[in-house]
C-alpha cells in the first residue's frame, strides 16, 4: 500500500494535512490575505486545501498550487470544479522546489511541506523568490515542545525548540506578524483522526487487498505517536513580512 494511498484514505475527515482545526486555517489565511484581490501560492498544495478555502471566500482572490503529487492535484481540480472556484486556480504538476512563477504573488503557503525544502529556513527562501513588495508568507512547521526522544528525531526531523525557532525565522530577515501554535486538542485531534480513519476504512474493507496492511499501518502509526513523540512535538504557523523589503 503506497504513501499517497495511506495519506489520502487517512485524511477523510481531516482534509488539513497539520494539526489546525478550522477555525485556526480560516484566522491563519485571514491573517495572510492582505487584499480582496490578492495572487495566492501554495508551495507544495497537495490536494488544494488551503486554496479552496481561500478562494471559497474571496470572490476576487485568484491561486495557485504545485505539487508533485497528479492524483492531489486532480483531486484539487475536482474538487475547485464543484465549488465553483476553478475559473480562478492554476495547478502546477512538479517540484514546489523547482517552481518558477512569471509573476509574483501577495502571499506564499507552504504548511507542513519544509521536507520538499529541505527546512525551515530553505522553505522561506524559496517562499521570498516569488513574494511580490508587501506580501506575506504563511508558514508551517514542527517544533520540540519539549526535549525529544532519538525515535521521535528520527521519525519526524531534528527540529528546535519554539523559540529557537523563531529566532531562526527572524535572524532570516522576517518579522511574524501572526502564529499560531497547535493546541493539545488539534495535535490530538489529528493523530486520533487520521489513524482512526485509515483503521475504520481497513474494518469497512476486508476483503480489499490492502485492508490487513492499512490495519496494521494505523496501528503501528497511533503507537509512534503515543510512545515517541506526543510529548514532545508542537507545531508551529506564522505568518510573515519580510523586515526590510
Not at 500500500?1 to 485571514?30: F, G, Q
Not at 522561506?124 to 517544533?143: C, Q, T, Y
Not at 493523530?191 to 487487498?209: F, I, Q, V
Not at 485492508?211 to 509512534?224: C, I, N, P, Q
Request: negative net charge; hydrophobic residues 40%; proline residues 5%.
Amino acid at each position: 500500500m503506497n504513501r499517497e494511498k495511506i495519506s489520502r484514505i487517512a485524511h477523510t475527515h481531516h482534509p488539513i494535512k497539520a494539526p489546525l482545526d478550522d477555525d485556526s486555517v480560516r484566522e491563519l489565511l485571514e491573517r495572510g490575505i492582505s487584499r480582496p484581490d490578492a495572487r495566492v501560492l501554495d508551495l507544495g498544495c497537495g490536494g488544494g486545501e488551503w486554496l479552496l478555502r481561500a478562494l471559497s471566500a474571496h470572490p476576487r482572490l485568484r491561486a495557485e498550487g504545485v505539487d508533485v503529487s497528479r492524483d492531489a492535484l486532480g483531486r484539487a481540480d475536482e474538487a475547485a470544479v464543484g465549488l465553483g472556484v476553478r475559473d480562478r486556480l492554476v495547478l502546477h504538476h512538479g517540484s514546489a522546489a523547482d517552481f518558477a512563477p512569471t509573476r509574483p504573488y501577495d502571499l506564499v503557503l507552504s504548511v507542513g511541506a519544509s521536507h520538499a525544502f529541505g527546512g525551515l529556513v530553505p522553505t522561506l527562501a524559496a517562499a521570498r523568490e516569488h513574494l511580490a513588495p508587501g506580501g506575506r508568507v504563511l508558514v508551517g512547521d514542527g517544533f520540540w515542545e519539549n526535549e525529544p526522544s532519538p525515535e521521535a528525531v528520527e521519525m519526524l526531523g531534528d527540529f528546535a525548540g519554539l523559540a529557537t525557532t523563531v529566532e531562526r525565522v527572524t535572524a532570516d530577515g522576517w518579522t511574524p506578524v501572526h502564529g499560531h501554535v497547535s493546541t493539545r486538542r488539534e495535535l490530538d485531534d489529528y493523530e486520533w483522526t487520521c489513524w482512526g480513519t485509515l483503521a475504520a476504512w481497513a474494518l469497512d474493507h476486508p476483503d480489499e487487498p490492502d485492508s490487513g496492511e492499512a490495519l496494521a499501518t494505523a496501528a503501528a502509526r497511533r503507537l509512534e505517536w503515543l510512545r515517541s513523540y506526543r510529548d514532545c512535538f508542537g507545531f508551529l504557523c506564522l505568518v510573515l513580512r519580510r523586515t526590510s523589503d
